[in-house]
């Protein structure tokens, strides 16, 4: 992965990075965007334009070198599942993992993967359930406003961007952290996904999508550098 104008803060944290992982440890070679696939009966594709529409914000906005504008499709127990130092999810529906899946997402988050589960209106119960089995010791906690995800390319003092209103409940970025380091973040009540869309499918107003967008654009130069 190579970056352009980056500060030194970045260019120091990328050469570690790129020091070389260790076996079964999470590729940092260049960034594709990589979606979910899980079993239980969600949507786990729903908002198909979204991350392509992220990637190509990241190619744009950014120094990520982005190695394909389309996501990649991954199931928790595919080999390929390293090849990818983030990956998404999100879904209206039932979330539910196999005992090899639990320990597998185990196994990837600790060596190095971040996984951003979007929930979408919908799969709330079910993924809270299936993410304490992972890290049974461990409780999802909203991250305060001066989080640095919140800072980390974009200033986002407001924190999380409300899109879609459903219960009426505040936005809520929640955070799991393993040996001190983020590992999973869950947008809850905001439906990041619904507003990175392509711009006619919600009718969202153009100042929420780009709240929504530099977000996601916070969360994948976070998730890179950490």
Known sequence: MRWRHAPPILLALLALAGAGPAAGAVSTDGFQIARLKYGGGGDWYSNPSSLP???????????????????????????ALYSYPLVYMNGHG???????????????LERGGFLW?????????????EIQKVFPGSRLV?????????????DLPQGLPKVHE?????????AIFHGGRLVVLYTYQSDIGDG???ADV????????????????NVVVYAMTH
Not at 144 to 153: D, M
Not at 204 to 209: H, K, L, N, T
Request: net charge negative; glycine share 4%; charged share 35%.
């Open 53 to 79: 529409n992220l990637a190509e914000a990241l190619g744009k906005r950014t120094a990520v070198e982005v190695v394909s504008p389309e996501e990649a499709r991954v199931e928790l127990l595919d080999e």
């Open 94 to 108: 039932e979330v539910r993992f196999s005992q090899a899946e639990v320990d597998r997402l185990r196994e990837y």
């Open 117 to 129: 589960a979007d929930d979408n209106y919908g799969m709330d119960r079910s993924f809270r359930r």
């Open 142 to 154: 909203e991250l305060p406003f001066r989080h640095e995800i919140f800072h980390t390319f974009y």
């Open 166 to 174: 459903h219960d009426g409940k505040p936005a809520q970025a929640l």
């Open 196 to 198: 990175i869309e392509d």
């Open 202 to 217: 919600h009718n969202d107003p153009p100042a929420i999508r780009e709240q929504a967008m530099k977000f996601a654009v």
